[in-house]
């Protein structure tokens, strides 16, 4: 999965891109809205981050743009944001999942999934091969990967 991120913070970038890099997502950070319009088609996100504040344009004309402008196959929005207020504003534009920063690195995993068409992730944290041949079959077949 292509996931862009718009944000000048190199630390929220790297806070986005620990948990999602390893499970093999592609993680692109962009400084803006307009670098991101300009790349589109070169990025081909699949889900979009936009925090609640950006540089060059409002959100709601940014979600607008994936919902429906110029993105012919939208992505999945996700709101980064730091109040409850931002979280009211992210269902307000129909947002597919909402961060409230700080947030853990499940939290970006369950936001991405859900984002995803409500794709669920489980890191299985054991190295037996009896567990991984039991359990693996049960969480696929629930759709967890």
Known sequence: MNVVLVTDEPLLSEFVRRPLE?????????ESMAELVD??????????????????????SAVDFFRNGAA???PSVVLLGVTPEDRRLARELQADA??????????????????????????????SPLIHR????????EGYR
């Open 39 to 60: 790349r589109y088609d070169e990025l081909a996100p699949d889900t979009v981050i936009l925090p609640r504040r950006l540089p060059d344009r409002d959100v709601a």
């Open 98 to 127: 909402f961060l409230l920063v700080p947030f853990s690195d499940a939290e970006v995993l369950e936001a991405v999934g859900t984002a995803d068409g409500g794709q669920k992730i489980v890191l299985l944290a054991d190295d």
């Open 22 to 30: 390893p499970l093999g997502h592609r993680v692109v950070s962009v």
């Open 72 to 74: 012919q196959r939208g």
């Open 134 to 141: 039991h359990t693996v079959p049960i969480l696929e077949e």
